[in-house]
Nanobody, 125 residues
Framework: QVQLAESGGALVQPGGSLRLSCAAS????????MGWYRQAPGKQRELVAGITSGGTADYADSVAGRFSISRDNRKNSLWLQMDSLKPEDTAVYYCNARRRGITLATMFRGVGGYWGQGTQVTVSS
């Protein structure tokens, strides 16, 4: 089993920035790709950014150029730097970890793997 704990969500004004953090524990050697999903009220959970264990990243079109995902395998940590935030970025953001062998393409197609409890990001003036 893998446990994930997010932090960093907050209320921020449009155009502002936030940095989300995720700490992994447990069976960390089973972890391959990781990512950040988000879910807004009434909408499906969607992947906004994913990163392989080797550091290759991919982003949803809606956040490309504004968000940056990174990880430190030695520290068992994952981050999401969010810049130029928009009201439509408002959602609960979830850290996600997948077992080795799961590709980023698979992550973009649907949900699965291990989840954190979520952290609320609200973009509003």
């Amino acid at each position: 089993q893998v446990q994930l704990a997010e932090s960093g969500g907050a209320l921020v004004q449009p155009g502002g920035s936030l940095r989300l953090s995720c700490a992994a524990s447990g069976d960390i050697f089973s972890i391959g790709a990781m990512g950040w999903y988000r879910q807004a009220p009434g909408k499906q959970r969607e992947l906004v950014a994913g990163i392989t264990s080797g550091g290759t990243a991919d982003y949803a079109d809606s956040v490309a150029g504004r968000f940056s995902i990174s990880r430190d395998n030695r520290k068992n940590s994952l981050w999401l730097q969010m810049d130029s935030l928009k009201p439509e970025d408002t959602a609960v953001y979830y850290c996600n970890a997948r077992r080795r062998g799961i590709t980023l393409a698979t992550m973009f197609r649907g949900v699965g793997g291990y989840w954190g409890q979520g952290t609320q990001v609200t973009v509003s003036s």
